[in-house]
Every structure is written in structure tokens, then in C-alpha cells.
């Protein structure tokens, strides 16, 4: 009786390994040829570890004080042993706020993309699937948040509320689903074409079965791509708002450590200060950049190398 | 001296899973105002072979081995500009997609000129008397000609690359499915016109197509392709009369006429082989409801078996008995029951 | 003929598409339309095949597709079993869904990628509520057997790409199958396979009927396969039923003009025949702005003034064959 049963469960996960579809298997694939793919997944993965154990890693408290053997406040001294990317202005240990910063700008990158893609691919779904008045309502709402610009909002925004992560990932939120949305509901709108989408219908399938068993698989590998790319946007526009000094106070921000080497009048005589935090996030944008440019690739036929 | 000549020609595709062999030692000739049509099911190469004729192969497409010899010249052998010259002034196509390769921007009239100046040293006037005088042979009034892509019906933008093709006065013409994506009544009136040209310009034409009843319609002779290789060439009275190839038969009992009651159709069980794979023995084999041990192992090759009629089969004393049998549903049951036990896809 | 029970009743159904036209609606109260059907009228009775052939644009997948309920009506009535499309409860709705089923055109897209075979004809099973696995294995294994994928086991785990054109469209027939539906809509469901595998399909449809008793409606632009398959066929011009009938008296004995120009038009596979040739203009009228009177009549080489009053009301011609031109074949003017 049950024979048939584990036969067909059996049978299945074999066959699911054997569909060439795997976005995954064929970005894997993708690492051994595409040596910028293989860099990005390591420099990332780098980040990522650094980001979890930042507070083992980060060797001093960032707000501290470190004074010399002369009772000194260690004032702007280069990198050394002791302080690997140096001091800033008022003795304060670099090294420890660029790793505590790196947390800041993956859990605003994170959440913020999961946020962005979680609204904006249901919106695009929905939009795309159902079409007409309800497509019209949402894209018109989506054209609404299209022409709100980004920096002026976070600053009301913060001043309203006040300077968090929290808020500045509700902004880049708010103002970033829009973008996914209309990448979704254009997929949608040609995979809702589809005849597998008629022949589904007139199984008898409903709106909502059709949305999450026939559509969704389809178009998660293009979320997939959008939030690769929303992740680097989240950390860009957060280090941006930090630099313009909306930051979150009680959080390290490499944005932030770019503010105070700014604003202190430091930026040109101490090096250090801007370019520890400076590489970081370049380097950053850079490793995410590559991992979602290969994803790319394997996800657009017309990117696809033979 | 033939128009064209191919001989011993073979392309391969190199592909990611890799090679391809999609013609393989295809050799025939084209004599000057003969129209020869090429048929076989997707797949089989005759796309291919069409390009290769306009050297128009895609990037991962090479001319491994043979000849393409035109007008005396080898087409396989010349450079870019020797090719560009070619195009157009000798050898025209004429492709099932070529509608959609109008540009939206310009008017029909003006791609026209601006592609008879590209190929000869017509002045502007010259060439646009020349447009509108092929618009009216192929049936478009010549104030089409200031029309935009968009503003005409499939048919019509059609007929304007078919004029477009012409207008050179090419002496070859080759016809990749010109009409598959028209209606029927406009897809008749089109192969029409472009046999109706073809004769008054006494240019030769090939004609690719899967549908066998459009070549018996317009084509002298026929050529059957099957997974790269030439399976038959005939006359096409004879080949429709009498089909001596076992694909060939197979083929006629596939094939729905509008004039036939009552004759159960029949289908060849089985795909055509993978090409990606080395082919051993007759292409045919695993579909041939008459295969020994012979075809297993030796590929046949292209014999004259009658006067102009040629066949790929080892077996041309057994023709007779060949025809009998291939009208009987059994014998293509069997095909399936053999392909089934073999464990290939029997269907 | 008349003794026969009525499966599939359409009645004076209408299918019109607003066309939008940009800002300018806005300000306008003047609304445009493509007929895309326009008041048609015919019968499938049960266990026949109705062959529905036309040009692009003459309807005929529409009419296909409401029949299925992939799309609404303008106007007018499909009774389907003695039962108004019109009026029901969204149960009534599901449980006669069920009863019509459809195999679609292009067997590459018409299969989800994502699934395999089995998933992809569970699929149906499922949604009306079948439970049971080892129920539904069973079941999915005796429709592939129906639809002659045989070794069914050796199939049943692949995924679409794995598998020839012939045999995704065995699946789709499968699927269509597998709620033992009374009514088939089968559009197109030979024409982007190879020559030498169609006469499977088409053959596999007429034992759905012959075994089965499955009635369908068979929509296709290649009048040699539905002279193969149908047992009475309806010829569509823009919208318009001209002509209905018995399958070989259509295409023996043509009425309507048009179909005499649609049949002279098919290619013949026999160097020895000559195919008649009537002379018309190729191209389709504008079908915003349609022709007064016998849509037909622009092109038509016998049009006279008369015909701008037709109506396209059938006319019995001969016994079981109803035209809508207003002339019968053995009397058809001279012409303009």
C-alpha cells in the first residue's frame, strides 16, 4: 500500500535533482567558471562571519577612550599594532567601530531587502496576476512612492520619529518595494500569459493556488536577483543617511565613522579615519555586486555564456 | 555547369553539452531555374543548410567539411565582402521571421532603396523606380511604399520583403518557410507570386519547408532530409507518386489530404536520434519498420536507384515489397512494440 | 441527426472587446469594440466531434476558450447538459468545470516546467480533492496508459523538457483527461508537432471518442485534419458562423464563397491535381469598422448589392449543411 507512496517521494527528490532549473546548481556552476562570482561569494561570506561574531572580533569598546603611556588620549594616531585603523579625533579605536559597523550595514541590508521583497513581490504578484482596476490602483500607489525622493524623506522621517536603524530601514523600505514591485508584475504579466497558467485554470485551480504553485516558482529567481541588489542598496542608503549625520547614535555605522571624520574637520589630514570605513564598504557593495551580477547570469538565458 | 553545387557538406554547432552535428556529407546540385524543395521535420538540418548558403550561420555554427559551389565560386571559401556582395545581388531569402526584421523607424520604401543601393550603384531615383516596380509585381500598390511597417497587415509586410528579396533580380532564391506564419488563403496567394517571379526572372529557388504539399505544389524536384542527411531526391511527380525511401513512405501515410476519406492516418513511431551523439548505421534505424543487421552498423549512402531518383537505404531491390507493407498500420505497430521493448521512447 | 441528444448548446453568443484608445476615451462617450464574436449560434451533440475552422481573427479560439470558461460572455447562452453557463453558484461552477476540459496549441508551454508528468496530472486530481496517493498514482498511471505513453512508469517522473513534442502533448491529453470530463476543447493540439507524429494525436482524440464517448470541439485552421477527425465542421469569418455541416459535404460541396476560397486554398499533395482558383483580395477588412451587411462581401467575388442586407442567417442548402450567404452554391451571381 504504502509502497507506491515512497516509490513516488522517492522517485521525486531524484527527479528534482535532475531539473537543470536549479538556480542554485547552476550558479554553483556558475562559481567555477566566473572567478569575480567565486571573490564576491568569499568577501562576503567574510563579511558575514565578521558581522556575527563582531563582538568578539571588535577588540575594544567603540566609544572608548584609549589614552598612552603619558595619560594622553590616543588623538589620531595611524594604524599600529595596538589599533589597527588607528584612532579618531577624540582617541577612539576605528578598528572596533568599522567591525561593529559591518553588523549595522548587513542587519540593515538584510532586513530591509527581506522587507522590500516581501511587499514589493506580493504587490507585483497580485498587480500582475490580477490585472485591470486592482493592477491600476497598485501601480498608481507604486507611481506615488516612485516620486517621493529618498534623502529629504529619511530626514523628515528621523526628525518625526526619531534617528534608528529601525527607521531607516522602515524608509528604505517604504521607498524601495516599488522597485521590485514593477519588476515582479512585469514578469507576472508575462508568465500569467502563459498557456500552463490557462491550462491550470481550467483544471480548476484557483487565484490563489495559480499565485503561489504556478507563479511564484517562476518568478522567485528574479526576487532572488532583486534582492541581491536591494541588500546593496539598503547599506548604501543607510551609510549615506549615517554620513549626513541622521544616523542611529547608539549604533556604529561606517557611515557614521565617515560623519565624525567629516564634520570634525579630520577627512584630509587622517587617512585612516575615511579610508577604513571607506574600503569596507565598497568592498562590500563590491562582493554582493559580483554574487548578484553571476545570479544574473544564470538567471537571464540572454546573459548566459556557452 | 550547374548554378550551385554542394558537396560532401557538413556543419557542425558547438554547443555547451557539445558537438552537433546538424548536416552531415550532404551533397546535390541546383541547375539554373530549377526549384528544389527541401523537407523534413524540425531538427533535421534543412534550416541549417539554408544558411550555411548565405554563410548567415550562427556564431557557434562552423562548415566543418565540403563545398558550396556557386556560380563556379566557393561559397565556403570567400571572405566578408565577397559574402556581402553576394548577398541580395545573387542569392536572396526569404525566412519565415523576415516580417518582423523591417525597421519600425523607417518606411517600407525607404529600407527598399536603401537596400537596392547597398548592393548595386543605382542612384536614389533609380532605385526607387526599381521599388515600386517590384511592389507591383508582387501585389502592393506602390504608394505602400511610404508606409510604415506598423501600418501594414502580416501579409502585406510579407510581400514586401519577398519584393524586397527580388529586387535584385537574384539568381538564386532561397525560401525558409516563407509563409508558415499566414493565414492560408494569403500563404496561397504569396507562394503564387513567388513562383510567378521566380519563373519570369528565371532565377533557381530552393523552398524549406515541412509542409510536403506546398513543394509538390510549386517545386520540381524534392529532397528528403532526416536528422542531417539526405534520405531521397526525385522529381516531385515521382516522389509523390512513387516515394521509395521507408521515411518517405512513412511520411505519405502521416499526412492528412483534404481530398482523402476515410484512409486511416498512420504515424512514424519514435523521435529522430540525438545528434549530440556519434550516429552508427542508418540514421533511420530505430524507426524503420524494415531494419537488419546491415543498417545497424552501415551508414547507407545517397544511390541512384532510378533514372534522377536517388535513396539512403541499403535496400533499393526491396522497394516493392517496402510499399506494400508500409501502408499496413501493423507494420508501424510493430516499430512501436520494438521501440518499447528496447526501452527508447516508443511514442 | 435530429434524434441526437444535445451536449454543448450556443446560443446568439457574443464576445466584444473594448478597444482602449488612450486619453481621448476619456472625454468621449463613445465606446469602441472588436467583435471578436458576434451573435453565433450552433450545437454539439454528444459523442461528436465539431470541427471550428477560420483564419486568424475569425473567433474561433475565443469561442474555444469561452466554452471553457477562460473567458466571460457579452452576451448571449452556452447551455451545457441542460445546464445555463449563466446563471450558477460557484459550486455548480467548479463541479461543471470539471465536466470540460481543454488541450491547448503549443505542448512546449502548455505544461508547467516546474512539474513533472506526475505532478502536473495529480494537479487536477487534487484540486477537486482527491486525497489518496497510492488513489491518485493509480489513476495517473491509467490515464497515461489511455493516452498511449506506455511504459507509463518510464514517464511519469520526467519533466517537460525531457520529453519529445508528441509526448508533452500525450501529457496535456492526459491531463484533460484525467477528471473524466464530458466535453474536450482541443485548440490547435496538432499543428506545432512534426508531420510524421500528428496522425497519433489525431487518432488518439477520435479513440477518446469512439471508447470514451468524450464529445469535443475541435478548433484548427487545417481543414485536412478536421475532414480526418470532425463529423461536422463550422467555418468562421470574423466573428460569423457562414457555414455548418456535415464534414464531407462542406468540403465536397462548399456554400458560402468564403469557404469555397478557403478550401481552394489548401495546398494538395498530388502533382496530378489542379486546384481551382478564385481571385480575391488577400487582405482582412478593418475589424473595428466592419462591413455592412455580409462581412464577406468586400472580398467576395460574387458580392451584389443584395448582399449588404445579409445577415448571416443560416440557411439549410442541403440536408445538415446551413450556409449564411444568402445565394446557394448553384446560384451565385456573377459578381460585381
Known amino acids: 500500500m504504502n509502497a507506491t507512496a515512497d516509490v513516488i517521494s522517492d522517485k521525486k527528490s531524484s527527479g528534482l535533482g535532475k531539473n537543470p532549473r536549479g538556480v542554485m546548481r547552476l550558479f554553483l556552476q556558475n562559481l567555477r567558471r566566473d572567478k569575480l562570482a567565486l571573490f564576491g561569494v568569499a568577501i562576503l561570506i567574510f563579511f558575514i562571519l565578521v558581522g556575527i561574531f563582531a563582538n568578539v572580533i571588535a577588540p575594544y569598546e567603540p566609544s572608548e577612550r584609549h589614552y598612552n603611556a603619558e595619560r594622553q588620549i590616543r588623538r589620531l594616531e595611524g594604524p599600529s599594532s595596538e589599533h589597527w585603523f588607528g584612532t579618531t579625533d577624540v582617541g577612539r579605536d576605528i578598528f572596533s567601530q568599522v567591525v561593529l559597523g559591518t553588523r549595522t550595514a548587513l542587519l540593515v541590508g538584510i532586513l530591509a531587502a527581506l522587507l522590500v521583497t516581501l511587499v514589493g513581490s506580493s504587490v507585483g504578484i497580485i498587480s500582475g496576476y490580477f490585472g485591470g482596476i486592482t493592477d491600476s490602483i497598485l501601480m498608481r500607489i507604486v507611481d506615488f512612492f516612485y516620486a517621493i525622493p529618498f534623502i529629504p524623506f529619511v530626514i523628515v522621517l528621523s526628525a518625526v520619529l526619531n534617528p534608528s536603524i529601525w527607521n531607516i530601514i522602515l524608509a528604505v523600505s517604504l521607498l524601495s518595494w516599488r522597485t521590485v514591485a514593477r519588476m515582479v508584475r512585469s514578469q507576472v504579466l508575462s508568465i500569467s500569459k502563459r498557456p500552463f497558467i490557462k491550462a491550470a485554470k481550467v483544471s480548476g485551480a484557483g487565484d490563489l493556488r495559480i499565485m503561489f504553485k504556478y507563479i511564484l516558482p517562476n518568478v522567485i529567481p528574479i526576487i532572488l536577483l532583486e534582492m541581491a541588489f536591494m541588500v546593496n542598496w539598503a547599506i548604501m542608503a543607510e551609510a549615506s543617511v549615517a554620513f549626513l549625520g541622521f544616523g542611529d547614535p547608539d549604533k556604529q555605522s561606517w557611515g557614521q565613522i565617515l560623519h565624525f571624520s567629516f564634520v570634525t574637520g579630520n577627512s584630509r589630514n587622517a587617512w585612516w579615519w575615511t579610508a577604513a570605513p571607506g574600503v569596507a564598504i565598497v568592498l562590500l557593495l563590491i562582493s554582493i555586486f559580483f554574487v548578484a551580477r553571476a545570479l544574473e547570469e544564470v538567471i537571464d538565458p540572454r546573459l548566459r555564456r556557452r | ?347 | 441527426m435530429m434524434n441526437k441528444e444535445a451536449l454543448v448548446q450556443v446560443k446568439n453568443l457574443k464576445k466584444y472587446y473594448q478597444i482602449n484608445r488612450g486619453i481621448r476615451q476619456l472625454f468621449s462617450e463613445e465606446k469602441i469594440y472588436v467583435k471578436a464574436i458576434d451573435d453565433i449560434s450552433f450545437t454539439i451533440n454528444k459523442g461528436e466531434i465539431l470541427g471550428l475552422a477560420g483564419e486568424s481573427g475569425s473567433g474561433k479560439t475565443t469561442t474555444g476558450e469561452i466554452l471553457v470558461r477562460l473567458q466571460d460572455v457579452t452576451d448571449g447562452e452556452v447551455i451545457f447538459d441542460g445546464h445555463d453557463f449563466m446563471y450558477e453558484t460557484r459550486e455548480e461552477e467548479k463541479e461543471f468545470r470539471k465536466e470540460i476540459q481543454m488541450v491547448f496549441q503549443d505542448p512546449y508551454e502548455t505544461l508547467n516546467p516546474r512539474f513533472t508528468i506526475f505532478e502536473t496530472i495529480a494537479e487536477p486530481l487534487k484540486i477537486y480533492g482527491m486525497k489518496d496517493k497510492d488513489e491518485i498514482y493509480r489513476r495517473v498511471l491509467e490515464v497515461l496508459q489511455i493516452a498511449e505513453l506506455r511504459p507509463a512508469e518510464q514517464y511519469i517522473f520526467r519533466y517537460p523538457h525531457e520529453l519529445s513534442g508528441g509526448q508533452r502533448q500525450r501529457v496535456a491529453i492526459a491531463r484533460g483527461i484525467v477528471l473524466e470530463p464530458k466535453f474536450l476543447v482541443a485548440d490547435e493540439p496538432v499543428s506545432m508537432l512534426d508531420v510524421s507524429i500528428r496522425a497519433d494525436i489525431l487518432n488518439l482524440l477520435k479513440d477518446l471518442r469512439d471508447k470514451m464517448g468524450l464529445t469535443m470541439l475541435y478548433v484548427s485552421h487545417d481543414l485536412s485534419t478536421i475532414r480526418y477527425l470532425c463529423d461536422r465542421i463550422a467555418i468562421m469569418y470574423l466573428g460569423k458562423i457562414v457555414e455548418i455541416g456535415d464534414v464531407d459535404k462542406v468540403i465536397s460541396n462548399p456554400q458560402h464563397p468564403y469557404t469555397q476560397v478557403l478550401l481552394s486554398s489548401v495546398p494538395v499533395a498530388d502533382p496530378d491535381y489542379r486546384r481551382e482558383s478564385i481571385e480575391i483580395d488577400d487582405e482582412l477588412p478593418d475589424q473595428i469598422n466592419l462591413p455592412e451587411g455580409c462581412r464577406f462581401e468586400p472580398r467576395c467575388p460574387y458580392a451584389t448589392e443584395e448582399c449588404k442586407k445579409c445577415d448571416h442567417t443560416l440557411i439549410e442548402r442541403e440536408e445538415g449543411q446551413w450556409s449564411g450567404c444568402i445565394y446557394s452554391a448553384e446560384d451565385l451571381p456573377s459578381g460585381k
Open chain 2, 1 to 347: 555547369m550547374s548554378l550551385l553545387e554542394v558537396n560532401n557538406l557538413s556543419i557542425d554547432y558547438i554547443t555547451g553539452e557539445g558537438t552537433l552535428r546538424a548536416v552531415d556529407d550532404v551533397s546535390f546540385s541546383l541547375e539554373q531555374g530549377e526549384s528544389l524543395g527541401l523537407v523534413g521535420e524540425s531538427g533535421c538540418g534543412k534550416t541549417t543548410l539554408a544558411k550555411s548558403m548565405m554563410r548567415l550561420l550562427p556564431d557557434n555554427g562552423f562548415i566543418k567539411a565540403g563545398e558550396i559551389i556557386f556560380k563556379g565560386d566557393d561559397i565556403v571559401k570567400k571572405d566578408k565582402e565577397g559574402i556581402r556582395k553576394l548577398r541580395l545581388r545573387d542569392i536572396a531569402m526569404i525566412s519565415q521571421s523576415a516580417m518582423n526584421s523591417l525597421n519600425p523607424v523607417h518606411t517600407v520604401g525607404d529600407q527598399l532603396v536603401e537596400g537596392i543601393r547597398a548592393h548595386s550603384n543605382a542612384t536614389k531615383a533609380e532605385a526607387r523606380k526599381r521599388a515600386e516596380e517590384v511592389f507591383e509585381i508582387i501585389g502592393l500598390e506602390a504608394k505602400r511604399l511610404n508606409s510604415y511597417p506598423h501600418q501594414m497587415s502580416g501579409g502585406m509586410k510579407q510581400r514586401a520583403i519577398i519584393a524586397m528579396a527580388l529586387s535584385l533580380n537574384p539568381s538564386l532564391i532561397i525560401a525558409d518557410e516563407p509563409t508558415t506564419a499566414l493565414d492560408v488563403v494569403v500563404q496561397d496567394k504569396i507562394l503564387k507570386k513567388i513562383t510567378e517571379i521566380q519563373e519570369h526572372i528565371k532565377s533557381s529557388m530552393i523552398f524549406i519547408t515541412h509542409d510536403i504539399s506546398v513543394v509538390s505544389e510549386l517545386c520540381e524536384s524534392i529532397i528528403v532530409m532526416y536528422a542531417g542527411r539526405v534520405m531521397e531526391k526525385a522529381k516531385t511527380e515521382v516522389f509523390f507518386k512513387t516515394p521509395f525511401h521507408p521515411y518517405s513512405l512513412g511520411l505519405k501515410n502521416a499526412f492528412p489530404s483534404i481530398l482523402d476519406i476515410g484512409e486511416e492516418l498512420i504515424s512514424i513511431p519514435g523521435a529522430p536520434p540525438n545528434l549530440m551523439e556519434e550516429q552508427v548505421g542508418c540514421r533511420f534505424k530505430a524507426r524503420c519498420p524494415y531494419r537488419t543487421e546491415r543498417c545497424q552498423k552501415d551508414e547507407p549512402q545517397l544511390k541512384q536507384v532510378e533514372e534522377g531518383h536517388f535513396m539512403a537505404c541499403h535496400y533499393p531491390e526491396r522497394i516493392g515489397e517496402f510499399t506494400e507493407k508500409a501502408s499496413k498500420r501493423e507494420t508501424w505497430e510493430a516499430v512501436r512494440e520494438r521501440l518499447i521493448d528496447e526501452g527508447g521512447d516508443g511514442i
